[in-house]
């Protein structure tokens, strides 16, 4: 009755009626320990709780998520998958909640796999996180059906070199990402051009590449930025088929000519056969 009162007392001078917000203690806990896990760059929803709902690109990563949705098969029942930069670990829990049998998520960063653990046992989902570096996939026994390798290319001071060790490791489909900068135009370019042709590399379309000698957006890793010409020139390169680009920095691909006699490009490459 007094509630009552209290809410057409409110009404009759002009305020909205207080709403009692219900505090859960289960929750109230659970925010608590993802605050104690340190700032999150993968905002994930745990319970009703998200990890990083201030996150400055928005809803992050679902918003690349949303793209990828309908790319990926929705019953992925016996595959294997590796999330390479796994981060908080939001693309090894999709994965794993859509059937997939074993899912590993790599990343550098304790902190990272910390709340990649932390997430993947508060949503009661077996994945694997190994501390790994991307210069080291190779060494992973096996083949992985789905290869997820978002928001690590332009981090790397390497980066073609880690794209050739990662299609070792590509079963099925390598799902790429990368920061992108420059011309989002990709065009068929001449399989050859003269010495002394320079004005081909006046056009803001063909593919290069950006380097950061210090910081770009107060990040010190952020190494080599691409144009989407460059992204897609890398990745028929590396003997990827692209099967989708989704988004302006997304693209699906298959495997289709990572061998060249036997014998992957990185390692004739490596020993001057290529």
């Known amino acids: 009755m007094l509630t009552e009162l209290s809410k057409l007392s409110e009404k009759k001078i002009g305020r909205e009626p207080r709403v009692c917000q219900s505090t859960d203690p289960g929750q109230a806990e659970l925010r608590q320990r993802i605050q104690e896990l340190g700032d999150w760059f993968h905002n994930i929803d745990l319970h009703g709780v998200q990890t990083a709902p201030g996150h400055f690109l928005g809803d992050f990563p679902r918003i690349k998520w949303k793209h990828l949705a309908d790319v990926i098969p929705q019953d992925l029942t016996g595959a294997t998958v590796l999330d390479i930069g796994c981060n908080g670990g939001f693309y090894c ?10 899912v590993l998520g790599i990343d550098v960063d304790d902190r990272y796999l910390n709340q990649a653990r932390f997430a993947a046992k508060q949503l009661g989902l077996e994945i694997e996180f190994e501390k790994r570096s991307v210069y080291e996939v190779a060494s992973l026994p096996g083949q ?16 073609l070199y880690a794209l050739d060790s990662i299609v ?18 990709a065009r068929a370019y001449a399989d050859n051009y003269h010495f002394w042709n320079k004005e081909i590399f006046r056009d803001p379309d063909f ?52 061998q060249r006699d036997g014998r992957f490009i990185l390692d004739m490459e490596l020993d001057g056969t290529l």
């Open 93 to 102: 829990l999709q994965m794993k909640q859509r059937g997939a049998e074993r």
């Open 168 to 185: 070792k490791k590509v079963g099925k489909q390598l799902v790429f990402q990368t920061m992108v900068r420059g011309s989002e135009t």
């Open 207 to 258: 593919p290069q590449m950006y380097f950061i000698e210090n910081r770009y957006a107060d990040d010190p890793t952020n190494w080599w930025i691409p144009n989407v010409s460059a992204c897609e020139a890398m990745l028929r390169s590396s003997g990827l088929h692209i099967e989708a680009h989704p988004e302006v920095e997304t693209w699906v691909c298959s495997p289709r000519h990572v």
């Open 144 to 159: 992985f059906d789905y290869v997820i390798f978002m928001g690590v290319f332009y981090h790397l001071r390497y980066p």
